[in-house]
Nanobody, 119 residues
Framework: QVQLVESGGGLVQAGGSLRLSCAASGRTFSTYYMGWFRQAPGKEREFVAMINWIGGTTSYGDSVRGRFTISRDNAKNTVYLQMNSLKPEDTAVYYC????????????WGQGTQVTVSS
């Protein structure tokens, strides 16, 4: 019912910046919470950031707090992840996800976009 498409990944030098986008389509009225996750090779999926679509409240994982910023454009049904001061440890596939309630698991996932940070 909801489709999520990530974009904006690529190669970047350490200390640089990237902005990821997540375009949502379909029955997005039920997706009140949008999140970013990432998964590096050989590691478990890690929470990066979350935003409430209506209220705009945010939360961040400890490893990215202060460097990454999640935001949304309601008119475009798009969520962004601004990534600054990138480190090689940030290298991962970044996934966009959506869910309808605070207590539920994320129900919808995008295909992911690769972010590679070089030294």
């Amino acid at each position: 019912q909801v489709q999520l498409v990530e974009s904006g990944g690529g190669l970047v030098q350490a200390g640089g910046s990237l902005r990821l986008s997540c375009a949502a389509s379909g029955r997005t009225f039920s997706t009140y919470y949008m999140g970013w996750f990432r998964q590096a090779p050989g590691k478990e999926r890690e929470f990066v950031a979350m935003i409430n679509w209506i209220g705009g409240t945010t939360s961040y994982g400890d490893s990215v707090r202060g460097r990454f910023t999640i935001s949304r454009d309601n008119a475009k049904n798009t969520v962004y992840l601004q990534m600054n001061s990138l480190k090689p440890e940030d290298t991962a596939v970044y996934y966009c996800a959506a869910k309808g309630t605070p207590s539920s698991r994320y129900e919808y996932w995008g295909q992911g976009t690769q972010v590679t940070v070089s030294s």
